[in-house]
T-cell receptor, first 114, second 110 residues
Framework: ETGVTQSPTHLIKTRGQQVTLRCSSQ?????VSWYQQALGQGPQFIFQ???????GRGNFPPRFSGLQFPNYSSELNVNALELDDSALYLC?????????????FGPGTRLTVT | DAKTTQPPSMDCAEGRAANLPCNHS???????VYWYRQIHSQGPQYIIH???NNETNEMASLIITEDRKSSTLILPHATLRDTAVYYC???????????FGTGTSLTVIP
């Protein structure tokens, strides 16, 4: 158990809809990163939030957006859902000022787009 | 960011040491090597990391070659619960984004 929690566990949406996924970081961590993991692939970095601002982004379109709150929890929002957005969405928390930057992952949210 | 290369799959007999190799020939001098594993449909689990010295913790040992172009993760006494996908990652030079590859699927055989 890492102390990182995500909600919901599973979600089914229809193409074109919008979805919000939530993540609570481990106590003492100030940075949250989001990853998308398609079936059979490794996690792909979406973006990272530090001090409530985006701090790096992978190769994902603007319809993927996020927020970080003062308590360091975070949301991932995806607009105009596409079938290819079906994946396991992982968040990971870390302490930005640590030289080692190990990230601790939550259990993920399984999103299915039909 | 340095890329990593890992064999897609490996088997190991239960109770034996599992040695998982990783190539990272373009690693920069200040980039760390991290290992994570992911048991089916769960979030990745941190195992160990290192810069240039060998490291050991309660889960595994990490051996990094002197030129830092490759490393090996060693699980000293593999159990069935070690069956998972193992990812070797080199930390991005800026920020703390991790770039995962496709990893090595380790199967521990009874």
């Amino acid at each position: 158990e890492t102390g990182v929690t995500q909600s919901p566990t599973h979600l089914i949406k229809t193409r074109g809809q919008q979805v919000t996924l939530r993540c609570s970081s481990q106590s003492g961590h100030n940075t949250v990163s989001w990853y998308q993991q398609a079936l059979g692939q490794g996690p792909q970095f979406i973006f990272q939030y530090y001090r409530e601002e985006e701090n790096g982004r992978g190769n994902f379109p603007p319809r993927f957006s996020g927020l970080q709150f003062p308590n360091y929890s975070s949301e991932l929002n995806v607009n105009a859902l596409e079938l290819d957005d079906s994946a396991l969405y992982l968040c990971a928390s870390s302490w930005r000022d640590s030289p080692y930057y190990e990230q601790y992952f939550g259990p993920g949210t399984r999103l299915t787009v039909t | 960011d340095a890329k990593t290369t890992q064999p897609p799959s490996m088997d190991c007999a239960e109770g034996r040491a599992a040695n998982l190799p990783c190539n990272h020939s373009t690693i920069s001098g200040n980039e760390y090597v991290y290992w994570y594993r992911q048991i089916h449909s769960q979030g990745p689990q941190y195992i160990i990391h290192g810069l240039k010295n060998n490291e050991t913790n309660e889960m595994a040992s990490l051996i990094i070659t002197e030129d830092r172009k490759s490393s090996t993760l060693i699980l000293p006494h593999a159990t069935l619960r070690d069956t998972a996908v193992y990812y070797c990652i080199v930390r991005a030079n800026t920020g703390n984004q991790f770039y995962f590859g496709t990893g090595t699927s380790l199967t521990v055989i009874p």
